[in-house]
């Protein structure tokens, strides 16, 4: 049996629902395809413990996404047609660090830089002067974030502000050197560092630079934004935008194997036998490292393979998720304090040395960092009155003694009782249910994600920009003519951004005769004529 549409989409994470719908905005049919039960790929929200109990199984923060114009000028509708709403909560975030001292940072700028000015008044005041810096710049980087590779680079963008020369070199370090060369303290650096390591970039790795100013001054701006009912409602609503144009997004349909017909890419084929036509394109969100495997060998540019071959899947976690009476108090020197965004922060030297473990697989037994998400301080319509939902984040090897099968449920006692330690309310009549996935569950329940990373892959130089996936295909083209990618191995990466499908779109759009902005221009004209 064989379905056709003009396009035809590999999977429903994020990024390719975004361009589906952008694609189906254009008049095009569009037909999604995913492999899980559920469409949203990483931004799921699901009752995986017990009834009520709204989880977030993989994202829950959207704060990199606020900049994209997805959300900014609502160029899909989801915010205005389909009441997609976001909630930034305060406190912005909270951590102890391993002496028991506590920070807590807040969407007033000022309490926090007061915070700041308890460790270091000097840093203190290089802390206000990294959101000046960054708010020089942050035009630059998101358009650089929010275009296809190839028109002007991020490096001619920053030339053309008053600090140019300055990030050139600041984005080429890696932010462990711009951490301990902007702040003193042990505690302050440790705090940059627990909120820059939560894409799962290896902090000690050159070209992380500008993660030590993006992430947190994001923070600053918006909080650790996060969609009002679940991650998934951000999904929901990017369905319910297809469907109403005419598409369609069917699930529990596994893709298997590309259709390649006179070289070129037709269409796709399920697990269970259906085929999947695209008239005009197929577009894939499904990992590099899969696609290749999808079509015979000589069908991949060579320099393709290789650079698929090397690509780095990232930074591997392990994910706990509870059902709780009450929310994480975390104690300290201070006042007790809750926050949606909160953790126990590692030394820096001990989570330089923890991503170094991590990318040499060997065993990381321990958890010197942790995230620790309860978003049911800020949202209790995603657990029943009084109750709450928390999801514990550690990065860690893809490799355990004995194998995590075996590990899984030690690694996971140790990391409830680490958050004891720092949170003694969470005891054992608090906890009503959890469910622990290790690296190996997390990719057996969703196969982008290898190795338990859930960020789409390394950034670093090698896997950046006009280097992503592999060099020569970063603008979304892939090497069988009529397939077309995105997702988290394409530029700018991972994490809930939505940059890589409004990307892919940009680009696919423009080769079927128009543009994205004519597409969004004449949509807004027919809704307000309507």
């Not at 909270?94 to 000015?117: K, N, Q």
Request: aromatic letters at 8%.
């Amino acid at each position: 049996m064989s379905v056709e549409a003009d396009v035809v989409v590999a999977g429903a994470g994020h990024n390719s629902l975004i361009t589906a719908a952008y694609l189906a905005m254009a008049g095009r049919r569009v037909v999604v395809v995913d492999a899980r039960p559920v469409a949203g790929g990483g931004a799921v929200s699901e009752e995986l413990l017990l009834p009520g109990y709204r989880i977030d199984t993989c994202s829950t923060g959207h704060t990199l996404m606020m900049g994209n114009p997805v959300i900014a000028d609502d160029e899909l509708g989801l915010v205005g047609e389909f009441g997609l709403d976001y909630i930034d909560p305060d406190p912005v975030g909270h951590v102890r660090f391993p002496d028991g001292e506590g920070f807590t940072m807040w969407l007033d700028v000022d309490r926090t830089e007061a915070e700041f000015a308890r460790f270091s008044t000097r840093d203190a005041a290089a802390y206000r002067k990294l959101l000046k810096d960054w708010d020089e710049v942050k035009g630059a980087f998101s358009a650089a974030t929010f275009n296809p590779v190839g028109g002007e680079s991020l490096d001619q963008r920053l030339l053309a502000t008053p600090q140019g020369r300055i990030w050139l070199r600041r984005k080429a370090l890696s932010a462990w050197d711009v951490v301990r060369h902007t702040f003193e303290s042990r505690h302050v650096r440790a705090f940059v560092m627990w909120q820059a390591f939560q894409t799962m970039v290896s902090l000690d790795q050159p070209s992380s630079g500008a993660m030590a100013y993006s992430v947190i001054a994001g923070r600053q701006r918006r909080s650790w934004t996060m969609p009002r009912g679940g991650s998934g409602k951000l999904t929901d609503a990017l369905v319910k935008r297809i469907e109403t144009l005419g598409g369609t997004v069917v699930t529990n349909a596994r893709v298997v194997r590309l259709i390649v017909e006179d070289g070129r890419c037709a269409g796709f084929v399920t697990e269970d036998g259906e085929e999947y036509r695209g008239r005009e394109a197929v577009v894939s969100t499904i990992h590099v490292k899969h696609l290749v495997e999808m079509a015979p060998e000589t069908c991949w540019d060579e320099a393709f393979r290789y650079g698929v071959e090397t690509f780095d899947p990232g930074i591997s976690a392990f994910a706990l998720h509870l059902c709780t009476t009450e929310a994480p108090l975390f104690s300290g020197v201070g006042e007790p304090r809750s926050a949606v965004s909160a953790g126990i922060a590692a030394w820096p030297e001990d989570l330089v040395k923890l991503s170094r473990q991590i990318r040499d697989r060997e065993p990381t037994p321990d958890a010197p960092w942790m995230m620790v998400a309860t978003p049911t301080l800020a949202d209790p319509s995603r657990a029943p009155p009084g109750r709450h939902t928390v999801k514990i984040v550690a990065a860690c090897s893809a490799v355990a003694p004995g194998g995590w099968a075996a590990a899984r449920e030690g690694y996971a006692a140790m990391l409830v009782e680490r958050l004891r330690q720092a949170a003694p309310n969470m005891t054992p009549d608090t906890i009503l249910a959890q469910l622990a996935k290790s690296p190996e569950d997390i990719e057996a329940s969703n196969a982008h994600m290898i190795d338990g990373t859930f960020h789409g892959g390394d950034r670093g130089f090698a896997f950046a920009g006009p280097l992503r996936p592999a060099p020569g295909w970063a603008q979304h083209r892939m090497p069988i003519p009529g397939l077309y990618q995105t997702g988290g191995t394409t530029h700018p990466g991972g994490s809930i951004t939505g940059a890589p499908g409004r990307n892919a779109a940009k680009i696919l759009l423009a080769d079927l005769g128009t543009s994205l902005e004519a597409v969004v221009a004449a949509h807004k004209a027919r809704t307000r004529a309507a």
